[in-house]
């Protein structure tokens, strides 16, 4: 059959704002884990960096085949401009032709929110009230919100360490949630009673210590994926039913486990399984209610192609975006 003209969505920021609410996107990365357990596939990111002037350009993909979909995420930070800049190709898993290419900017902190939330759905306690914060930036507050649609929070307890930066996030989403929301002064006072923890920040070293987890407490890890940088600590590690992504990223950029690993306090059998696995049921999850689980999220294509997906699907019936024209390359 000869290739024919494909008509791929450009989606703006404005185009795609309205649909990226947390419960869309966690149901649309829940069925993407799934088709990842199931055989979709995904690789971890491959990173291109420059010294001067200092950059990096990054990228990671997934093919999800009972989504019929694939594609991912490239983006540029650094630089001249600063950016990051975030571009997502959207694919047809049958033809391969293009479907949309969409602002990836404005649907990042959404899409990993949604992948923190299918972890916490996965691995938490079914009874998990009490959550503790680690970070005030946009990214915790989207973790937040997320982490509010799969369990029924009672109380949250925010540390960060810039106090009017916590008090402030504190004060806005204790508005915003059924939950008692609370600003706190340490990060032992933040792991007071929580059932779940979730680390949101820029902090290349532990941001708390792990022999103060109780049992049973589930602990959602996002804001580092550098070998070299780390949010939890290697007594984390060790005591947790350790769950990455991917387990390839994990071998890769995940700081935590690496850093546990080159101690010798842990060996690549410690990754107990994937993300997609525990979705699919193929692998249990927690298997009682005194383990301690972890959930290492460093992102990757697999909730970017289910949210730009289900984006694109919302986009399309709503005639937004912007029509362009693509020919494949013909001999």
Request: charged letters at 20%.
């Amino acid at each position: 059959m000869a290739p024919t003209e494909a008509t791929p969505l450009f989606l703006a920021g404005d185009d795609i704002a309205e649909f990226l609410d947390p419960e869309r996107c966690i149901e649309a990365t829940t069925d993407a884990f799934e088709d990842r357990g199931r055989g979709g596939d995904a690789a971890p990111r491959l990173s291109l960096r420059r010294d001067d002037p200092v950059g990096k350009l990054d990228s990671y993909f997934a093919l999800l085949p009972r989504e019929g979909v694939m594609g991912g995420y490239v983006y540029a930070a650094g630089f001249t401009s600063g950016g990051p800049w975030f571009l997502t190709p959207l694919f047809d898993a049958e033809s391969g032709k293009p479907l949309a290419l969409i602002d990836g900017a404005a649907m990042n902190p959404p899409k990993t929110a949604a992948a923190g939330a299918v972890g916490i759905d996965a691995l938490a306690r079914e009874d998990a009230a009490t959550l503790a914060l680690f970070g005030s930036g946009g990214q915790a507050a989207a973790q937040l919100r997320a982490a509010a649609h799969v369990r029924e929070l009672d109380a949250v307890n925010v540390y960060s360490p810039t106090p009017e930066n916590r008090t402030a996030f504190a004060s806005e989403f204790d508005e915003a949630l059924d939950a008692a929301v609370e600003a706190v002064d340490s990060p032992a006072a933040a792991l007071d009673a929580a059932d779940i923890v979730i680390t949101a920040t820029h902090s290349p070293e532990p941001v708390f210590d792990g022999e103060l987890l109780e049992p049973g407490t589930h602990v959602t890890a996002m804001g580092q994926y550098s070998p070299y940088s780390r949010e939890l600590d290697a007594e984390t590690i060790a005591r947790a039913r350790y769950v990455p992504d991917l387990r390839a990223r994990a071998f890769q950029d995940a700081g935590s486990f690496l850093a546990a690993k080159d101690a010798g306090i842990v060996t690549d059998a410690h990754v107990h399984a994937e993300l997609g696995e525990v979705v699919a049921g193929k692998v249990p999850g927690r298997t009682d209610s005194e383990q301690i689980t972890v959930f290492d999220s460093g992102g990757t294509g697999i909730e970017t192609v289910a949210v730009a997906n289900m984006l694109y699907q919302h986009a399309e019936e709503a005639g937004a975006g912007q029509q362009l024209s693509f020919d494949p390359l013909t001999y």
